[in-house]
């Protein structure tokens, strides 16, 4: 069974920065999707970013490009959000999600209902 476990939400400021984990426990494959979603209140879930643990290609939402970062630390089993420049409409829930296995990238989307894992979520607030 995977279970992930996010950490390193917390508030800040407009124009300061984060970085979420998610840690995985019972991920048997090399190749996986990896996804951070988030959810504001009164809005609908929205792919953040993708980081597909086989090569460790990554996608983002045009909200946040050059502004957010994937990346993942194999030996920890954990993948990282680094949230830099953040606005308040960043505001919101962050969700850990995995697909796994998953043998190519292309298959590494947003699709929220493609994904069998979630992690419970971290709170990221960001005021103005």
């Known amino acids: 069974v995977v279970q992930l476990v996010e950490s390193g939400g917390g508030s800040v400021q407009a124009g300061g920065s984060l970085r979420l984990s998610c840690a995985a426990t019972?991920?048997?494959?090399?190749?996986?999707?990896m996804a951070w979603f988030r959810q504001a209140p009164g809005k609908e879930r929205e792919g953040v970013a993708t980081?597909?643990?086989?090569?460790?290609?990554?996608s983002y939402a045009d909200s946040v490009k050059g502004r957010f970062t994937a990346s993942q630390d194999n030996a920890k089993n954990t993948v990282y959000l680094q949230m830099n420049s953040l606005k308040p409409e960043d505001a919101a829930i962050y969700y850990c999600?995995?697909?796994?296995?998953?043998?190519?990238?292309?298959?590494?989307?947003?699709?929220?209902?493609?994904?069998?894992?979630w992690g419970q979520g971290t709170q990221v607030t960001v005021s103005s």
């Open positions: 999600a995995a697909r796994t296995p998953l043998q190519y990238y292309r298959d590494c989307t947003f699709r929220a209902t493609r994904y069998n894992s």
């Open positions: 019972g991920v048997t494959y090399n190749s996986n999707c």
């Open positions: 980081i597909y643990t086989g090569d460790s290609r990554t």
